[in-house]
């Protein structure tokens, strides 16, 4: 099991870990700082820093059996022994963006009431499809609706409820392809007061303010339940 510190705190940059199992192109580590691929969010980049100066790239960041996190590094890199102490740290740049748009898209959950079918996000963009007829997907408003909360400067909470509760109000899961992890007691989820509540494990900022304005970059269909709406920074 590897200690999750990014679930606790998202705006951690680095932590002090041991290398408990590594093989060709594989770390993992008993605590990290990486998110790993899930939810639509990518995994993390980085590197791992031993004592001795020697850096090896985290090229991503993936799950791995039960609850570890495997951090992926070149097949060719020197791996670290077990019991090696190392200092994870993320391209925070990276991360703080997909933060951004992770929050972003919760919010576009809000502003396009209908049911979820998909998503993604990377540095640049991110998107979410949605079951909904085009006609009544409207860029410009879409676009101030999204802006107009991002400004209301609202605060983001993390917090759970068990599975009981979940089951009781299944309205909280926005997405209709995946389902959040069932049998732990509980489910962790996301709050912006008044706008927005769901399960989710990805790492988000305190406030939507953080997130700047941003643009509807296009909208288009995928299929018939399929109407993608894509979203980026305006200062891009």
């Given at each position: 099991m590897?200690?999750?510190?990014?679930?606790?705190?998202?705006?951690?940059?680095?932590?002090?870990?041991?290398?408990?199992?590594?093989?060709?192109?594989?770390?993992?580590?008993?605590?990290?700082?990486?998110?790993?691929?899930?939810?639509?969010?990518?995994?993390?980049?980085?590197?791992?820093?031993?004592?001795?100066?020697?850096?090896?790239?985290?090229?991503?960041?993936?799950?791995?059996?039960?609850?570890?996190?495997?951090?992926?590094?070149?097949?060719?890199?020197?791996?670290?022994?077990?019991g090696?102490?190392v200092t994870?740290?993320?391209?925070?740049?990276?991360r703080?963006r997909?933060?951004?748009?992770?929050?972003?898209?919760?919010?576009?959950?809000?502003?396009?009431a209908?049911?979820?079918?998909?998503?993604k996000?990377?540095?640049?963009k991110?998107?979410?499809?949605?079951?909904?007829?085009?006609?009544?997907?409207?860029?410009?408003?879409?676009?101030?609706?999204?802006?107009?909360?991002?400004?209301?400067?609202?605060?983001?909470?993390?917090?759970?409820?068990?599975?009981?509760?979940?089951?009781?109000?299944?309205?909280?899961?926005?997405?209709?392809?995946?389902?959040?992890?069932?049998?732990?007691?509980s489910?962790?989820?996301?709050e912006?007061?008044?706008?927005?509540?769901?399960?989710?494990?990805g790492?988000?900022?305190?406030?939507?303010?953080?997130?700047?304005?941003?643009?509807?970059?296009?909208?288009?269909?995928?299929?018939?339940?399929?109407?993608?709406?894509?979203?980026?920074?305006?200062?891009?």
């Amino acid at each position: 099991m590897t200690e999750l510190v990014f679930r606790d705190d998202a705006y951690a940059k680095a932590c002090e870990a041991v290398v408990v199992a590594a093989a060709p192109g594989r770390i993992v580590l008993d605590r990290s700082v990486f998110y790993p691929t899930g939810g639509g969010q990518p995994g993390d980049t980085g590197s791992l820093l031993q004592a001795g100066g020697t850096q090896i790239a985290v090229l991503g960041t993936v799950k791995g059996e039960g609850e570890t996190i495997v951090h992926l590094v070149d097949e060719a890199a020197a791996l670290p022994a077990v019991g090696t102490h190392v200092t994870a740290r993320i391209d925070w740049d990276r991360r703080y963006r997909l933060m951004r748009f992770h929050t972003a898209l919760h919010l576009l959950c809000a502003v396009v009431a209908a049911p979820v079918t998909g998503g993604k996000m990377s540095e640049d963009k991110a998107h979410l499809d949605f079951d909904i007829e085009m006609d009544q997907l409207v860029a410009e408003a879409i676009e101030a609706q999204l802006n107009a909360l991002i400004a209301a400067d609202t605060a983001v909470h993390c917090g759970a409820i068990t599975d009981a509760e979940l089951d009781a109000n299944p309205g909280l899961v926005k997405t209709m392809s995946v389902q959040p992890p069932r049998g732990q007691g509980s489910v962790r989820t996301i709050e912006i007061p008044g706008v927005d509540l769901q399960p989710c494990g990805g790492t988000h900022v305190r406030r939507t303010g953080e997130i700047g304005a941003m643009v509807v970059a296009r909208i288009r269909s995928e299929g018939k339940r399929n109407k993608r709406v894509t979203i980026a920074f305006a200062d891009a």
